[in-house]
């Protein structure tokens, strides 16, 4: 040491008056959220845009509603046994690479579909779509859950999960535009094409929630909790959140949401198409209307589970969104359609963002996305199971009685919801969500203890000097 510091032993003293937090504020939080649901929006607006054109291609091919069927359903089939393992692969490597991927694969499938030469060339693409996408909703609310608090947490899930619904404003009205004027190949490429620029968003703005640092201090976290004496390897179910009654019930509802739109789905295009003599585009603009009521209601009424809790902002608006189902049964008229439409689009508002939140509220933080995977593949069942209902189905009864059958499986699974679902436990209205309080504790503590540490060194070079 120079002569300034006879005392060499005791080394530099450097008096630090603050201690950098390295959590994300909450305004950062916010801009992260919008620039992910800017990136989803563009590629869920290219989905929007080839869903119409799926069943008018398959015609094109001498298929039906069972040919339909199945290609909802391989869909759903692989998105259901991949999710999860997507799901758990963003938890131990990060939300953002998964992001990436499920963005590229989207645009990669759609240029498959341009090339496609028969009906079973389109459900195999469709199939492999369904695999390699699993992990962009389970990493998606990763993020929201990694950097939101929870007494805001279902505000920003419902951002998020309306930028899925936006790809349906216009998306398939502009589909049958694209169909109806320049053949089957342009909704596809145009979807590619969006799909790409999805991802190049996504690149350049959304960052790594699950950095390394936290997923190592998540892991040291884990071991200072559990015993000294080595324990077994942390099984799948016990990271499953308890009750486990709770957490059967919202895997249940999302099992009945996608059921009953997908038991009804293949019948219902080919009835507006042949029973009704609707147009490309009429069905474009129903969907389009169901998209904008889901989005424009998510952001206004995502929060409201904040503010009134889980669960009876879930059984109601499952409750509002179930009535299309039935009542498409005894309306005709295109208007009428669109109001059924818009209603259940408010419905699926105001549930979905509570249930998302309902996960992540009662899920360890180092299984999120595992979880949601879990939950997609919930999701993803249903897609399986109602198809193939139908399809069985769709010899015995007309479209009409399948309509009504679905809406009273629906209702029967809303009152086994109010009986069995229960409310997650919240902390004191006054405490402010716990990862943030203990960020500031550990924040505090540090500045304490550097402190500490300098005025002990400082006190003993004095001693020394005396």
Request: charged share 15%.
């Given at each position: 040491?120079?002569?300034?510091?006879?005392?060499?032993?005791?080394?530099?003293?450097?008096?630090?008056?603050?201690?950098?937090?390295?959590?994300?504020?909450?305004?950062?939080?916010?801009?992260?959220?919008?620039?992910?649901?800017?990136?989803?929006?563009?590629?869920?607006?290219?989905?929007?845009?080839?869903?119409?054109?799926?069943?008018?291609?398959?015609?094109?091919?001498?298929?039906?509603?069972?040919?339909?069927?199945?290609?909802?359903?391989?869909?759903?089939?692989?998105?259901?046994?991949?999710?999860?393992?997507?799901?758990?692969?963003?938890?131990?490597?990060?939300?953002?690479?998964?992001?990436?991927?499920?963005?590229?694969?989207?645009?990669?499938?759609?240029?498959?579909?341009?090339?496609?030469?028969?009906?079973?060339?389109?459900?195999?693409?469709?199939?492999?779509?369904?695999?390699?996408?699993?992990?962009?909703?389970?990493?998606?609310?990763?993020?929201?859950?990694?950097?939101?608090?929870?007494?805001?947490?279902?505000?920003?899930?419902?951002?998020?999960?309306?930028?899925?619904?936006?790809?349906?404003?216009?998306?398939?009205?502009?589909?049958?535009?694209?169909?109806?004027?320049?053949?089957?190949?342009?909704?596809?490429?145009?979807?590619?094409?969006?799909?790409?620029?999805?991802?190049?968003?996504?690149?350049?703005?959304?960052?790594?929630?699950?950095?390394?640092?936290?997923?190592?201090?998540?892991?040291?976290?884990?071991?200072?909790?559990?015993?000294?004496?080595?324990?077994?390897?942390?099984?799948?179910?016990?990271?499953?959140?308890?009750?486990?009654?709770?957490?059967?019930?919202?895997?249940?509802?999302?099992?009945?949401?996608?059921?009953?739109?997908?038991?009804?789905?293949?019948?219902?295009?080919?009835?507006?198409?042949?029973?009704?003599?609707?147009?490309?585009?009429?069905?474009?603009?129903?969907?389009?209307?169901?998209?904008?009521?889901?989005?424009?209601?998510?952001?206004?009424?995502?929060?409201?589970?904040?503010?009134?809790?889980?669960?009876?902002?879930?059984?109601?608006?499952?409750?509002?969104?179930?009535?299309?189902y039935p009542c498409l049964a005894f309306v005709e008229s295109?208007?009428?359609?669109?109001?059924?439409?818009?209603?259940?689009?408010?419905?699926?508002?105001?549930?979905?963002?509570?249930?998302?939140?309902?996960?992540?509220?009662?899920?360890?933080?180092?299984?999120?996305?595992?979880?949601?995977?879990?939950?997609?593949?919930?999701?993803?069942?249903?897609?399986?199971?109602?198809?193939?209902?139908?399809?069985?189905?769709?010899?015995?009864?007309?479209?009409?009685?399948?309509?009504i059958t679905a809406g009273v499986v629906i209702f029967v699974?809303?009152?086994?919801?109010?009986?069995?679902?229960?409310?997650?436990?919240?902390?004191?209205?006054?405490?402010?969500?716990?990862?943030?309080?203990?960020?500031?504790?550990?924040?505090?503590?540090?500045?304490?203890?550097?402190?500490?540490?300098?005025?002990?060194?400082?006190?003993?070079?004095?001693?020394?000097?005396?």
């Amino acid at each position: 040491m120079s002569g300034h510091f006879p005392f060499a032993n005791l080394g530099l003293i450097l008096k630090g008056d603050r201690v950098i937090d390295s959590e994300i504020d909450f305004n950062r939080s916010k801009k992260i959220i919008f620039l992910l649901a800017g990136s989803v929006a563009l590629m869920m607006t290219g989905f929007g845009i080839i869903m119409p054109v799926f069943a008018r291609r398959l015609g094109e091919f001498g298929s039906g509603v069972e040919a339909l069927g199945w290609m909802t359903m391989s869909f759903a089939l692989t998105h259901f046994i991949a999710a999860p393992f997507m799901g758990n692969l963003a938890d131990r490597m990060g939300r953002r690479p998964l992001i990436l991927f499920s963005l590229l694969a989207f645009a990669v499938s759609n240029i498959g579909f341009v090339l496609a030469p028969n009906t079973i060339s389109f459900i195999v693409i469709r199939a492999i779509e369904g695999a390699l996408t699993a992990g962009l909703f389970p990493a998606s609310m990763g993020i929201v859950a990694d950097i939101v608090p929870e007494k805001k947490r279902a505000q920003w899930v419902g951002i998020l999960m309306g930028s899925y619904g936006a790809g349906f404003i216009f998306g398939p009205v502009f589909g049958g535009i694209l169909y109806d004027g320049w053949g089957f190949a342009s909704p596809f490429i145009v979807s590619a094409i969006l799909g790409f620029l999805g991802l190049v968003a996504a690149t350049i703005m959304v960052p790594e929630t699950r950095t390394p640092v936290i997923r190592h201090r998540a892991r040291l976290t884990a071991l200072r909790n559990t015993s000294v004496v080595a324990q077994p390897k942390e099984s799948i179910i016990s990271s499953f959140p308890r009750p486990l009654t709770v957490f059967g019930t919202l895997l249940f509802l999302d099992f009945l949401q996608e059921f009953g739109f997908a038991f009804i789905e293949p019948q219902m295009v080919f009835y507006f198409y042949d029973n009704l003599k609707w147009s490309t585009i009429q069905f474009g603009i129903v969907v389009g209307a169901y998209g904008l009521a889901m989005v424009v209601c998510q952001f206004l009424l995502g929060k409201l589970s904040d503010t009134y809790g889980r669960k009876p902002i879930i059984i109601f608006g499952f409750l509002l969104s179930a009535t299309f189902y039935p009542c498409l049964a005894f309306v005709e008229s295109f208007w009428g359609i669109i109001v059924l439409a818009v209603i259940s689009g408010m419905g699926v508002a105001i549930y979905s963002p509570a249930l998302s939140a309902f996960y992540l509220d009662i899920t360890d933080e180092r299984h999120r996305s595992r979880i949601m995977g879990i939950k997609e593949s919930a999701l993803s069942l249903g897609g399986v199971v109602g198809p193939a209902a139908v399809a069985i189905l769709a010899g015995l009864l007309t479209a009409k009685e399948i309509f009504i059958t679905a809406g009273v499986v629906i209702f029967v699974g809303a009152i086994l919801a109010i009986i069995l679902l229960k409310e997650p436990e919240k902390a004191a209205d006054e405490e402010t969500d716990t990862a943030w309080q203990v960020s500031e504790k550990r924040t505090l503590a540090a500045q304490a203890s550097l402190h500490g540490l300098v005025n002990l060194a400082s006190a003993s070079r004095r001693s020394r000097a005396n």
